[in-house]
Nanobody, 115 residues
Framework: QGQLVESGGGLVQPGGSLRLSCAAS????????MGWYRQVPGKQRELVAT???????NYADSVKGRFTISRDAAKNTAYLQMNSLQLEDTAVYYC?????????WGQGTQVTVSS
């Protein structure tokens, strides 16, 4: 049974940094594309960044130049490095991947940017 587990969220001041991790088990993470999403209560979940199996990346305009998505195949883990955090980045962050059989979502990790 595949599973994704996020970690690394927390409280940070504006301008600060956090690195989120998404550890996969039961899924060969490296052969599938994966994405980071975020959701604020009352709003739709939005795509933040994606990375393909080949390492190509894509970012939402709102995070370009500040966030970096990466993956470590040996650790079966993906990361989201978030720099220059802004108040508007406050959300629950989720990682996601799709296999030929089903979609997988993590449980989410809260990121709060506040002074």
């Amino acid at each position: 049974q595949g599973q994704l587990v996020e970690s690394g969220g927390g409280l940070v001041q504006p301008g600060g940094s956090l690195r989120l991790s998404c550890a996969a088990s039961g899924i060969i993470f490296a052969i599938y594309s994966m994405g980071w999403y975020r959701q604020v209560p009352g709003k739709q979940r939005e795509l933040v960044a994606t990375i393909t199996s080949g390492g190509s990346t894509n970012y939402a305009d709102s995070v370009k130049g500040r966030f970096t998505i990466s993956r470590d195949a040996a650790k079966n883990t993906a990361y989201l490095q978030m720099n220059s955090l802004q108040l508007e980045d406050t959300a629950v962050y989720y990682c996601q991947t799709s296999t030929p059989f089903r979609d997988y979502w993590g449980q989410g990790t809260q990121v709060t940017v506040s002074s």
